[in-house]
């Protein structure tokens, strides 16, 4: 049974789809003005795996995650580069899929773009508007009305008096036109140099918060499992999107609301309005987005997660300790050996089923990233220990089969390349720099042979000559 922290409850509750053996998905993606930064990625990463995950447990998981490609911060972007808010938008949406890419992260089932569901959101909002919840101002400004949704504040756990004791703090631009503070903008009137599109209420663009509604309600339904993103969109984005989802269809939103904590740096939220920020592109100059992803996962989700040097260092250390175990079943496989696994190995491979198990209650156990990881180690260990160069195939590729369903789900690939970029070697890079040595040695220029052998251990590589031939594994 999986157990997911429900915001909304601040509790643990079982996970029961609306359709059985069907989970619907939507987590708030990013807004597309600038390469993102890793504090974006880790909702990305997280809510990839909680897509694996479901998918491993046998759910068909129908993801959807936007890309915010209007808004003030790509406006002024464009502005400042005097090109069309759409270029600068396209171009990082391309830029974040490589990053995705790099990070392991699957593309979603859908990613909408709210440039394209501008339509959806105008009559979402003019029933919005038609039912009493909405009323436009003279200057064509559309504006939720918050107090005609009695439940505003559910999922924050805030209630309109905590509210109103912030009001200040909720005056924008137009608030005297507000019929209340607690208003906020469904559909805002063009400005000179703006992105615009037609409405009933004015030439204009929509406000952030309606975006996700539409777009969720589009491709996922009116009533969605889970909702996700970073703890800085419960108030107030996700509030909004459930008064505006909820006026409108009068449904439940979503049925389970979880939220990451922050990835911090130097116990300070990391983000672009800071300035304290690294982006993943910079982060992948020096590291693998294999280990990225290791480090993100290697916290609970919903603790924070201070950003530095030495817990990368370590992630780095802890996933080669995988690969390792991995590339030695790779190597054991190659050698001459017996196809059928023994009786005694029949029985390891059964007791191999309880680290599956293990990581299993972890991860049924609200996604608990970091104890399923442990269950991997105690697998690493237990493949180190019980095999060698007389293992059969069998075993030794149950061992590896079990070894990866778990790593797949964490969406860690063991395939070559997997460790830092700088010593990244792929596994022929690494087997022809062999072929070369050995070439080298039979033509007696051991200079040669030595100065490869050297230049594979710079990179982490270490040799072994054994009476099998030459074998190899990452320091
Ligand atoms: P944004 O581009 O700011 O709309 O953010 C996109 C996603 O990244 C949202 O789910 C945010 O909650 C999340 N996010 C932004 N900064 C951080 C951070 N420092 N740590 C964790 N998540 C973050
Ligand atoms: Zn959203």
């Known amino acids: 049974m999986i157990r997911i922290h429900n915001t909304m409850t601040k509790q643990a509750e079982e996970f029961r789809p609306i359709e059985e053996g069907k989970v619907r998905m939507y987590v708030c993606g990013p807004t597309v003005y600038n390469l993102i930064h890793i504090g974006n990625a880790r909702p990305m990463i997280f809510f990839d795996t909680v897509r694996r995950y479901l998918e491993y447990r046998g759910f068909a998981v129908n993801y959807v995650s936007n890309f915010t490609d209007v808004d003030d911060k790509i406006i002024k972007a464009a502005q400042e580069e005097g090109l069309p808010a759409e270029e600068i938008s396209e171009r990082y949406i391309a830029e974040c899929q490589k990053d995705m890419e790099s990070l392991n992260v699957l593309p979603a089932s859908t990613h909408p773009k709210a440039t394209e569901e501008i339509d959806g959101m105008v009559r979402m909002i003019d029933t919005l508007v038609?039912?009493?919840?909405?009323?436009?101002?003279?200057d064509?400004?559309?504006?939720?009305?918050?107090?005609?949704?009695?439940?505003?504040?559910?999922?924050?756990?805030?209630?309109?008096?905590?509210?109103?004791?912030?009001?200040?703090?909720?005056?924008?631009?137009?608030?005297?036109?507000?019929?209340?503070?607690?208003?906020?903008?469904?559909?805002?009137?063009?400005?000179?140099?703006?992105?615009?599109?037609?409405?009933?209420?004015?030439?204009?663009?929509?406000?952030?918060?309606?975006?996700?509604?539409?777009?969720?309600?589009?491709?996922l339904g009116e009533e969605i499992d889970i909702h996700g993103g970073g703890e800085d969109l419960v108030f107030p984005h996700h509030e909004n999107e459930i008064a505006q989802s909820e006026c409108c269809s009068g449904k439940s939103f979503a049925r389970y609301w979880m939220?990451?904590?922050?990835?911090?740096?130097?116990?300070?939220?990391?983000?672009?309005?800071?300035?304290?920020?690294?982006?993943?592109r910079?982060?992948?100059?020096?590291?693998?987005?294999?280990?990225?992803?290791?480090?993100?996962?290697?916290?609970?989700?919903?603790?924070?997660?201070?950003?530095?040097?030495?817990?990368?260092?370590?992630?780095?250390?802890?996933?080669?300790?995988?690969?390792?175990?991995?590339?030695?079943?790779?190597?054991?496989?190659?050698?001459?050996?017996?196809?059928?696994?023994?009786?005694?190995?029949?029985?390891?491979?059964?007791?191999?089923?309880?680290f599956t198990e293990a990581f299993v209650n972890a991860m049924d156990d609200d996604f608990n990233t970091a104890d399923g990881i442990a269950?991997?180690?105690?697998?690493?260990?237990?493949?180190?220990?019980?095999?060698?160069?007389?293992?059969?195939?069998?075993?030794?590729?149950?061992?590896?089969?079990?070894?990866?369903?778990?790593?797949?789900?964490?969406?860690?690939?063991?395939?070559?390349?997997?460790?830092?970029?700088a010593e990244g070697l792929s596994e022929e890079e690494i087997e022809a720099m062999i072929a070369e040595r050995t070439a080298a040695k039979k033509e007696k220029n051991f200079a040669r042979a030595d100065e490869i052998r050297a230049t594979l251990l710079e990179k982490g590589i270490v040799l072994e000559d054994t009476r099998e031939g030459v074998r190899w594994k990452r320091a």
């Open 130 to 138: 038609q039912k009493g919840h909405a009323y436009p101002a003279m």
């Open 140 to 219: 064509g400004t559309v504006y939720f009305r918050s107090r005609s949704f009695a439940e505003y504040g559910k999922l924050s756990h805030k209630n309109l008096d905590d509210l109103r004791s912030g009001e200040r703090a909720l005056k924008v631009d137009g608030a005297e036109q507000k019929e209340d503070p607690l208003d906020f903008v469904l559909w805002k009137p063009k400005k000179e140099g703006e992105p615009a599109w037609p409405s009933p209420w004015c030439e204009g663009r929509p406000g952030w918060h309606i975006e996700c509604s539409e777009m969720s309600r589009k491709y």
């Open 259 to 280: 939220h990451n904590a922050f990835l911090n740096i130097d116990n300070k939220k990391m983000s672009k309005s800071e300035g304290n920020f690294f982006t993943v």
């Open 282 to 354: 910079d982060v992948l100059q020096k590291y693998d987005g294999q280990v990225l992803r290791f480090f993100m996962l290697s916290a609970h989700y919903r603790s924070p997660l201070n950003f530095s040097e030495e817990l990368m260092e370590s992630a780095k250390t802890s996933l080669h300790r995988i690969v390792n175990c991995w590339e030695n079943l790779a190597y054991l496989m190659k050698g001459e050996r017996g196809e059928n696994s023994s009786e005694a190995e029949e029985g390891l491979l059964r007791e191999t089923e309880r």
């Open 375 to 421: 269950a991997v180690f105690e697998l690493v260990r237990f493949i180190n220990s019980h095999t060698d160069e007389s293992s059969s195939m069998e075993f030794l590729l149950g061992l590896k089969e079990r070894l990866q369903s778990l790593t797949d789900v964490l969406g860690i690939s063991l395939s070559s390349k997997n460790a830092s970029p």
